[in-house]
């Protein structure tokens, strides 16, 4: 039988087939072997063969079937594990907030370019507005950073409901990640866009301005209109993987158009003459934020928040 993975527990999936049949798998031996690069061969979204084991009433999960795409991270810069976030997407969500807690654009940019260099077209929701009475003019500077990049960016309120319709309107029919650090409202968000769905939603630490960790295993939920949300813990963290230094620059949507004008082919746009990088970047038409960004990626720094 075959289905679509739409939890996991990191021991147990759940599957959903064609005909709306619920089951509960594990994987099989041999099936973890073949994934020993992540620490998880089997991810929500992922389309799947299952059988049962032998002559007992158990399910595993046997095949993979072939990805259309995926998102994948290490837990930090730092760390040689690689998590596969979610496959077969049309699109990936990044829930941030401008404060309370205030996601640094390094975490943005390191989503973006994960985004662009696994072929997943990505969007921003900016959340929690109705705590930005007075601070207009920032959430403006602020979304048209990237939406002047060809992201969509979608400023809402979970509480007062701004913007949800046209999240709505983003989301539905479609199979969508939707991610972020802890705190951001992520879950109330979910809870907003699919009504009686009864997330668990947990309080920020004051003394450290963190979310508490409500969701605990990546999990699809389905939109009322059509469509899926396919639910991830928070990141504290986001570690790019496999990417070559001369690779990084062309997932800065800003950047790529002028690659070709740089005098040297092999430029890292640092400090090399006839930067083409450097120069729109000396002249204004490069956010110095994003170029930072894009040099702490590039020195594989880490970031959190």
Known sequence: MQGTVVKSTGSWYRILSADGTVADARIRGKLRLQGLDTTNPVAVGDHVVIQAEGNTDLLVISEVLPRRNYLIRRSNNLSRQRQILAANLDQAALVVTLMAPATSTGFIDR????????????????????????????????????ASLGYPVIPVSAKTGRGLDALDSLMAGKTSLISG????????????????????????????????????????????????????PGIRDLGVVDLEPREISHYFAEMRPLISKCRFNNCLHMQEPGCAVLLALEQGTIAPERYYNYLSILNNENVFR
């Open 111 to 146: 989503f973006l370019v994960t985004c662009e260099a696994y072929h997943v077209p990505a969007l921003l929701i900016i959340n929690k507005t109705d705590m930005l009475a007075g601070a207009e003019e920032a959430l403006m500077e602020f979304s048209n950073m990237y």
């Open 181 to 232: 650090h802890s705190g951001v409202g992520k879950t109330t968000l979910i809870n907003r866009l699919i009504p009686g769905l009864g997330l668990k939603t947990g309080a920020i630490s004051t003394a450290h301005e963190k979310g508490k960790h409500t969701t605990t295993f990546a999990e699809m939920h389905f939109l009322p209109e059509g469509g899926a949300l396919i639910d991830t």
